[in-house]
């Protein structure tokens, strides 16, 4: 099977190198990877929205009919071949997303099985394998492989030369490739790390009802996902109470 990214050269400002997406192809795939398991997270702590068009049968059996009829279109059909593999991907993760936004609502208070807390917590593993090993550990290979960004004796800037060139000042220190490619691999990790954390704070509020405006306001929907009626006032409670006890004739 060719590779199914294209060949793209793109030339980085500054004489950072040529950046090629086949070259870059397991840095690219990795991070494609990552984005789609972050957006399952985030899909998973939404309640489901869609509608599911047929029966969860039929749609768990189109997992492995999408893979073999992608595959099998791909090999009678080679002059296409990349164009439908990237296709039978992108439609793959469709359908995957289709079913977890159409999924069935769960109540919280139903305790998770022992399979669930397996299947999650290999997941949560292949997301920090992904987010804080692999990614930036392509990365750091890309760029000191490809870029050449572990030439010490580049510089970005260069103590003693003027700064950007034209004000009359001098840069007061020395500012390397390796140091460039050792601040893109930190800004991974930084905003990996908000990422996380954020989606801590989703995962403990994934159950929280949005408070109400005022008394005649209450919630829309309770923390197991079902409408909220509106709440009788207590006057209107007590009023026909006190009424028929003054006319019964315990009363007279």
């Given at each position: ?19 090629n ?164 691999v ?57 009424a ?9």
């Open positions: 099977m060719p590779n199914l990214l294209p060949n793209w050269t793109l030339t980085l400002p500054w004489d950072l190198g040529d950046f997406t086949r070259e870059a192809g397991r840095l690219i795939w990795s991070i494609v990877l990552l984005i789609i398991g972050i957006a399952i997270v985030a899909a998973l702590m939404k309640q489901p929205k869609l509608k599911r068009p047929f029966s969860t049968k039929v749609g768990v059996a189109l997992f492995p009919a999408i893979i073999v009829g992608t595959l099998l279109l791909a090999k009678l059909v080679p002059s296409f071949q990349r164009t439908i593999i990237l296709l039978g991907f992108v439609v793959l993760v469709a359908h995957m997303f289709l079913m977890i936004g159409s999924r069935e609502a769960r109540d919280p208070e139903e305790p998770a099985t022992w399979a669930e807390c397996f299947a999650g917590a290999v997941g949560v593993f292949a997301l920090m394998a992904l987010g804080y090993a692999i990614v930036p550990h392509e990365f750091l290979t890309f760029a000191n492989a490809n870029l050449e960004w572990g030439d010490s004796s580049k510089f970005v800037i260069q103590s003693g030369h003027q700064v950007f060139g034209v004000l009359p000042v001098d840069w007061p220190f020395n500012f390397d490739y390796p140091a460039l490619r050792d601040v893109g930190t800004i991974i990790y930084v905003v990996l790390l908000v990422v996380n954390i954020k989606f801590f704070v989703m995962w403990q509020n994934r159950h929280e009802v949005a408070a109400a405006v005022d008394d005649e306001a209450p919630p829309k929907r309770s923390r197991f996902g079902r409408p909220l009626r509106k709440a009788t006032p207590q006057a209107a409670v007590t009023a026909p109470v006190t028929s006890a003054a006319t019964s004739p315990e009363g007279a």
